[in-house]
T-cell receptor
């Protein structure tokens, strides 16, 4: 039933570790996104994929690497986690530039 | 360029009306509006496309003035369920740039 799902919902880890967040959408959309929402609630786009191709790559440290195995999945791998990476990460999907549907978010806490 | 939203925060009593504004220094092709409740994901409300149209969603409607490069969201006879942070987003080369949000708190 779920439209856009993410796992895990919570992630608590130590500085320097590597972690991944997974996202899946069953809406048949062709575009998927990763957003970062910081403590001030600012929602900033990180990456966007259209039919498995990277189309947006904002100024994000290259410790962040997205991967889209197919158009229904978009994963985010983060290497060498830093304190500043603590945030809520949202996955979203859309058909073209129409409405974006967001996943429930992954709250990442780096200690 | 990030759109500017005003006001930053609003406190209303149930039944009162509110207007949230969103303006951009760049030409606008479309404006998206989303609402995010505390601890939840943003939820799509509506898109307004070039043409100055007004759209509605229950008692929430919006207008888009492309000449003035701004959009306004109107919440009529607000309900407790309207509480949350409202974000406008403007389209910029294949991506949406979101404003900083307007926090709306409805009191019973």
């Amino acid at each position: 039933d779920t439209a856009v799902s993410q796992t895990p919902k919570y992630l608590v880890t130590q500085m320097g570790n590597d972690k991944s967040i997974k996202c899946e959408q069953n809406l048949g959309h062709d575009t998927m996104y990763w957003y970062k929402q910081d403590s001030k609630k600012f929602l900033k786009i990180m990456f966007s994929y259209n039919n498995k191709e990277l189309i947006i790559n904002e100024t994000v440290p290259n410790r962040f690497s997205p991967k889209s195995p197919d158009k229904a999945h978009l994963n985010l791998h983060i290497n060498s986690l830093e304190l500043g990476d603590s945030a809520v990460y949202f996955c979203a999907s859309s058909q073209g530039q129409l409405a974006q549907f967001f996943g429930p978010g992954t709250r990442l806490t780096v200690l | 360029q990030q759109p500017v939203q005003s006001p930053q925060a609003v406190i209303l009593r149930e039944g009162e009306d509110a207007v949230i504004n969103c303006s951009s220094s760049k030409a606008l092709y479309s404006v998206h509006w989303y609402r995010q409740k505390h601890g939840e994901a943003p939820v799509f409300l509506m898109i307004l496309l070039k043409g100055g149209e007004q759209k509605g969603h229950e008692k929430i409607s919006a207008s888009f003035n492309e000449k003035k490069q701004q959009s306004s969201l109107y919440l009529t006879a607000s309900q407790l369920s309207y509480s949350g942070t409202y974000f406008c987003g403007t389209e910029n080369t294949d991506k949406i740039i979101f404003g900083k949000g307007t926090r709306l708190h409805i009191l019973p």
